[in-house]
T-cell receptor, first 118, second 106 residues
Framework: QVQLQESGPGLVKPSETLSLTCTVS????????WSWIRQPPGKGLEWIGY???????NYNPSLKSRVSMSIDTSKNQFSLKLRSATAADTAVYYC????????????WGQGTLGTVSS | SYELTQPPSVSVSPGQTASITCSGD??????ACWYQQKPGQSPVLVIY???KRPSGIPERFSGSSSGNTATLTISGTQPMDEADYYC?????????FGGGTKLTVL
């Protein structure tokens, strides 16, 4: 059974880059879409984007100018970088998997809180 | 831009049927899915492709979709079903979520 685990610094300063990594275990990272989703405290879910196992990416237009994703298939890991972070980027960040059809998102990691504060 | 609209809250008595709606322009032409999220936990997929249940999801969860509305129905609602529920669909390759519905079982 595939499991995902987020990791990365929990705290960054405003204007810095929020960097997170997701490690995939129990299955191959190949032939799937790997996504990041965030949830500000007490609010709803926002899809940030995906990276395919080939390295192709697709980002939410609302965040596209500040987001980049990468993948390391040899380590079964993929990563998120969110530049020029502000307090509005404070959220629980989830990594997750999408199938080829992209009709659903499952499974999800446990989430990690990313805080932007001086 | 495309939006998915859910009621902020729904209340149901134990054992009764709860229905949570998700509205969007021509949503019936897309596939919708639903997630359950309990406090402090990650979202869990409960319905995908409008009507299908993943393995391990109880039969009391069902889904439907027509026109501009997708609906999640929980039959014989149990106290353990109290949670936030989110619908999700694709629009131009962007995954969109509804604002979420808090289901209260009382």
């Amino acid at each position: 059974q595939v499991q995902l685990q987020e990791s990365g610094p929990g705290l960054v300063k405003p204007s810095e880059t929020l960097s997170l990594t997701c490690t995939v275990s129990g299955g191959s990272i190949n032939t799937y879409y790997w996504s990041w989703i965030r949830q500000p405290p007490g609010k709803g879910l926002e899809w940030i984007g995906y990276i395919y196992s080939s390295g192709s990416t697709n980002y939410n237009p609302s965040l596209k100018s500040r987001v980049s994703m990468s993948i390391d298939t040899s380590k079964n890991q993929f990563s998120l970088k969110l530049r020029s972070a502000t307090a509005a980027d404070t959220a629980v960040y989830y990594c997750a998997r999408e199938p080829q059809t992209r009709d659903w998102i499952d499974p999800w990691g446990q989430g990690t809180l990313g805080t932007v504060s001086s | 831009s495309y939006e998915l609209t859910q009621p902020p809250s729904v209340s149901v008595s134990p054992g009764q049927t709860a229905s949570i709606t998700c509205s969007g322009d021509k949503l019936g032409d897309k596939y919708a899915c639903w997630y359950q999220q309990k406090p402090g936990q990650s979202p869990v997929l409960v319905i995908y492709q409008n009507t299908k249940r993943p393995s391990g999801i109880p039969e009391r969860f069902s889904g439907s979709s027509s026109g501009n509305t997708a609906t999640l129905t929980i039959s014989g609602t149990q106290p353990m079903d109290e949670a936030d529920y989110y619908c999700q669909a694709l629009d131009s390759s962007t995954a969109l979520f509804g604002g979420g519905t808090k289901l209260t079982v009382l």
